[in-house]
């Protein structure tokens, strides 16, 4: 199973779109947003993708309460709080918006891979047998905007970049 993972969108609605496009075309069944969305718009255009969005809160919403209620009104939308959750058939895997949080659940090897954002750069390593992946940001404030496609079976991630 092939997943995309972004993070910190901040709101920039044409580099999400183009991502959202992007991913779409590239044929992956889930998609996760690990946090700093910011407004409750983005919620819409995450609702594009066809196939599941699992969503978890960055430290920049603002107004959660509102993000929450819109994204009642899709089927594909699941908001999850501080940290997510996903059972999948390759094994489990976390994700959260804060390194710190991260990093604690990849030591504690439960997980096949843990993602995370805050930081807007793309970084990954190995907590032990966990993949800890920070897929870098949508917004293109401190580095090229981009998205990655991580392949539970393998391992393997593409950085894809935003033209």
Same mark, same amino acid.
């Given at each position: 199973?092939?997943?995309?993972?972004?993070?910190?969108? /901040?709101?920039?609605?044409?580099?999400?779109?183009k991502?959202?496009?992007?991913?779409?075309?590239?044929?992956?069944?889930?998609?996760? #947003?690990?946090?700093?969305?910011?407004s409750?718009?983005?919620?819409?255009?995450?609702a594009?993708?066809?196939?599941?969005v #699992?969503?978890?809160?960055?430290?920049?919403? +603002?107004?959660?309460?509102?993000?929450?209620?819109? %994204?009642?009104?899709?089927?594909?939308?699941?908001? #999850?709080?501080?940290?997510?959750?996903?059972?999948?058939?390759?094994?489990?895997?976390?994700f959260?918006?804060?390194?710190?949080?991260?990093?604690?659940?990849?030591?504690?090897? %439960?997980?096949?891979a843990?993602?995370y954002? /805050?930081t /807007?750069?793309?970084?990954?390593?190995?907590? +032990?047998?966990?993949?800890?992946?920070?897929?870098?940001?949508?917004?293109?404030?401190?580095?090229?905007?981009?998205?990655?496609?991580?392949?539970?079976?393998?391992?393997?991630?593409?950085? /894809?970049?935003?033209?």
């Open positions: 199973m092939k997943i995309a993972v972004i993070s910190d969108t /901040h709101d920039h609605v044409t580099n999400l779109e991502a959202i496009d992007a991913i779409s075309d590239s044929g992956v069944e889930t998609l996760l #947003h690990c946090g700093d969305l910011c409750p718009f983005v919620i819409e255009r995450l594009r993708f066809a196939g599941p #699992h969503i978890v809160f960055g430290n920049n919403e +603002g107004d959660r309460y509102t993000i929450e209620l819109v %994204s009642e009104r899709y089927t594909n939308i699941e908001i #999850h709080g501080e940290v997510g959750f996903i059972v999948t058939e390759n094994g489990e895997i976390a959260t918006h804060r390194p710190e949080f991260a990093r604690g659940l990849a030591s504690t090897a %439960s997980y096949i843990v993602f954002g /805050h /807007h750069r793309r970084s990954s390593e190995m907590v +032990g047998g966990t993949h800890l992946v920070n897929p870098g940001e949508i917004m293109g404030l401190k580095e090229a905007p981009g998205w990655i496609l991580f392949d539970l079976e393998t391992g393997r991630q593409e950085h /894809h970049t935003l033209d």
